[in-house]
Nanobody, 123 residues
Framework: QVQLSESGGGLVQAGGSLRLSCAASGLTFSNYAIAWFRQAPGKEREFVARIRWISGSTYYADSVKGRFTISRDNAKNTVYLQMSSLKPDDTAVYYC????????????????WGQGTQVTVSS
């Protein structure tokens, strides 16, 4: 059974930083891609960043490029999202998703999800 669990969200001032964690279990990591998405109130879930476990290749949404970094820790079966220079527009619930094979940008491509963690950036 695939399980994902996010943590690390919170309240931060604009310009600050946070690191989100996505702990994964029940899957063979080398076969999977992990992505971070976010959903603000009244908006659709949108892609933030993704990483393919076996290669470590990464890809980012234009809105976070240069500010966010996705990485993985093989020993801990965990993917991180380091967020810096945060803006009020980054306020959302952040979710991690997992899928077999290559990474993708659409939420519908990911069958496994965590419960989400709230990130609030104050101005």
């Amino acid at each position: 059974q695939v399980q994902l669990s996010e943590s690390g969200g919170g309240l931060v001032q604009a310009g600050g930083s946070l690191r989100l964690s996505c702990a994964a279990s029940g899957l063979t990591f080398s076969n999977y891609a992990i992505a971070w998405f976010r959903q603000a109130p009244g908006k659709e879930r949108e892609f933030v960043a993704r990483i393919r476990w076996i290669s470590g290749s990464t890809y980012y949404a234009d809105s976070v490029k240069g500010r966010f970094t996705i990485s993985r820790d093989n020993a801990k079966n965990t993917v991180y999202l380091q967020m810096s220079s945060l803006k009020p527009d980054d306020t959302a619930v952040y979710y991690c998703g997992a899928r077999l094979g290559s990474s993708a940008d659409l939420p519908s491509n990911y069958p496994y999800w965590g419960q989400g963690t709230q990130v609030t950036v104050s101005s």
